[in-house]
């Protein structure tokens, strides 16, 4: 098996900045992909990284 990744993706509970962002992404899509669970360590990019992905 392979190491952990440095960066450890977040759950939406431990994002309270983003965490309506990321439920509605679920609800939408079934799930949140670990690259936006990730990023949403920094808010202001994931609310970028969103912008270009989705209408949100």
Known sequence: MGKPPRVRPLDVGEAPEVADLLETYRKERGNVPNMFR?????????????????AY
């Open 38 to 54: 990730t990023v949403a360590h920094r808010p202001r990019h994931l609310r970028t990284m969103l912008g270009h992905f989705c």
